[in-house]
């Protein structure tokens, strides 16, 4: 399911009827867009795999940035699952397939530091956080000079 069906506010519905120009562009996104309507997205790499879905968007409540994708990857109906924090700088969203693009092969996903639904881990260590920005090859937001 993508954000355009998840969209119970009407945000990202068409004007119609009018001339196209910056007051009818489709709501606010692609820049902003609702937290609840990205959830459940899907997350392909760039060969077209289906790397699973975001399961959560994790908030640094104190910056009020996104700092993390909680993404679901393996499993059948929910058993095996196996979530990853995927830092949100690693992912891109593709609009025109409304989803979600990871950088990652299938392989390298399967490997990557991940947890299970009942042992999150502390998302704030510092410790924890640069092994997952290591492992994705990007920067803690707060070490990005373009934030």
Same mark, same amino acid.
């Given at each position: 399911?993508?954000?355009?069906?998840?969209?119970?506010?009407?945000?990202?519905?068409?004007?119609?009827?009018?001339?196209?120009?910056?007051?009818?562009?489709?709501?606010?996104?692609?820049?902003?867009?609702?937290?609840?309507?990205?959830?459940?997205?899907?997350?392909?790499?760039?060969?077209?795999?289906?790397?699973?879905?975001? +399961?959560?968007?994790? !908030? &640094?409540?104190?910056?009020? #940035?996104? %700092?993390? $994708?909680?993404?679901?990857?393996?499993?059948?109906?929910?058993?095996?699952?196996?979530?990853?924090?995927?830092?949100?700088?690693?992912?891109?969203?593709?609009?025109?397939? +409304?989803?979600?693009? !990871? &950088?990652?092969?299938?392989? #390298?996903? %399967?490997? $990557?530091?991940?947890?299970?639904?009942?042992?999150?881990?502390?998302?704030?260590?510092?410790?924890?956080?640069?092994?997952?920005?290591?492992?994705?090859?990007?920067?803690?937001?707060?070490?990005?000079?373009?934030?």
């Amino acid at each position: 399911m993508n954000y355009e069906e998840r969209d119970t506010y009407g945000m990202y519905k068409a004007t119609t009827g009018l001339t196209p120009g910056p007051d009818t562009e489709r709501g606010p996104g692609p820049r902003l867009m609702g937290a609840d309507t990205l959830i459940g997205n899907d997350v392909y790499n760039r060969h077209e795999d289906d790397l699973g879905d975001i +399961k959560e968007i994790m !908030l &640094d409540v104190h910056s009020g #940035r996104v %700092a993390y $994708a909680v993404l679901s990857f393996g499993g059948f109906l929910g058993m095996g699952e196996k979530l990853f924090a995927v830092p949100w700088s690693a992912l891109t969203l593709d609009t025109e397939n +409304k989803r979600f693009v !990871l &950088d990652i092969d299938k392989e #390298r996903l %399967a490997g $990557a530091p991940g947890f299970d639904k009942d042992h999150w881990p502390n998302m704030a260590d510092p410790s924890w956080t640069q092994s997952i920005h290591s492992y994705y090859g990007t920067k803690p937001y707060a070490d990005d000079p373009r934030h």
